[in-house]
């Protein structure tokens, strides 16, 4: 053991309250490619091109096959023992999660509410575009009722599939004198995050001092989620940073106090296991 992984570990084990920001790196082992990896790309399309207000008003039938197609990858995938390390560390400690991921992992891992926020939405909600409706499906059956009809369209495989969906069939509000569009329950690249995750994280934030501030896959570019990185350290917190680039520009935080380079499913687990011990089979 190195004399820093030992400070670390030793930091770890006395910190009481630990922030934890997560991206999708977290993901990327079990398969679900981030927005910058070319292999993320969708019928030549640029992720980060459709997951935009602006995409959605010129295309709102292509913007829907492309989060069926991503939550078609969500379902088959399988959270791993990075998700499961930081489900059970938050347990163990006075925790918060700010999720920036979509894909439902973290919450198949066991990570959820109150420990976990996840500000970005959720690839299984729709909300309205207009009205305050919204549509929540689980992770065992997450296709909710208005979205049934795009797994009817003949889109057995929607990765592979070029048949669009016409206007018409797509997901309309139920809400009485609504009938407006529904759209993707997620944050867009350009849109503040929702309310409610924000408020609670706040509280959550405001109890008391923070002792370690944990970044685990992401860029943190998206100034909302990275934002709270600064404040954590205000508060007093310690920095870690895994990630598989070790350049402070790519985490969005220059100079942590730890920089655990690697696959966050592997990194994750050896860091904090002793902390929480071993953790159990994905
Ligand atoms: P990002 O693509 O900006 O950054 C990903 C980070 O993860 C990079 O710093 C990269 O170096 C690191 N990384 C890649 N593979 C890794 C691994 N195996 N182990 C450790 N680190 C690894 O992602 P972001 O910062 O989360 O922001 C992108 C936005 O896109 C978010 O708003 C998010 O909602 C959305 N998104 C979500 C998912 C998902 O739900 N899984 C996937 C792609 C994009």
Redesign the pocket.
């Known amino acids: 053991v190195r004399l820093e992984d030992y400070i670390f570990f030793s930091h770890c084990q006395s910190s009481t309250r630990i922030l934890c920001l997560?991206?999708?790196?977290?993901?990327?082992?079990?398969g679900?490619?981030?927005?910058?990896?070319p292999s993320?790309w969708w019928r030549n399309y640029d992720?980060?091109e459709l997951?935009t207000p602006g995409a959605f008003r010129r295309d709102p039938a292509i913007v829907w096959q492309f989060y069926n197609y991503?939550r078609h990858g969500?379902l088959t995938a399988r959270p791993n023992h990075?998700h499961l390390a930081l489900a059970e560390l938050c347990k163990y400690k006075d925790s918060m999660s700010i999720n920036?991921?979509?894909?439902?992992?973290c919450e198949r891992a066991g990570h959820t509410s109150p420990e976990l926020e996840s500000a970005?939405?959720s690839?299984f909600e729709a909300r309205c575009t207009k009205c305050s409706y919204v549509e929540v499906g689980s992770l065992t059956d997450p296709i909710v009722p208005a979205l049934e009809f795009l797994e009817d369209t003949g889109i057995a495989d929607i990765k592979v599939s070029m048949k669009d969906i016409p206007l018409q069939d797509l997901p309309f509000c139920p809400a009485q004198d609504c009938g407006c569009l529904l759209r993707p329950g997620?944050?867009w690249?350009g849109e503040s995050l929702p309310y409610d995750p924000i408020e609670r994280i706040d509280a959550w934030m405001d109890r008391g001092p923070i002792d370690l501030m944990v970044v685990?896959?992401?860029?943190?570019?998206?100034y909302a989620?990275a934002g709270y990185i600064h404040a954590a350290r205000k508060k007093g917190a310690k920095t870690a940073v895994?990630?598989?680039?070790d350049n402070g520009e790519?985490?969005?935080m220059a100079e942590p106090d730890w920089f655990f380079r690697?696959?966050?499913?592997?990194?994750s687990p050896g860091i904090f296991e002793e902390v929480v011990g071993m953790f159990g089979e994905v």
């Open positions: 997560i991206g999708a790196g977290l993901s990327t082992p079990s679900i490619p981030t927005f910058r990896d993320g992720p980060a997951a991503y969500a990075g920036q991921n979509i894909d439902g992992l970005h939405g690839l997620v944050v690249f685990v896959g992401t860029t943190a570019k998206v989620a895994v990630n598989m680039e790519e985490t969005g690697g696959d966050a499913s592997q990194v």
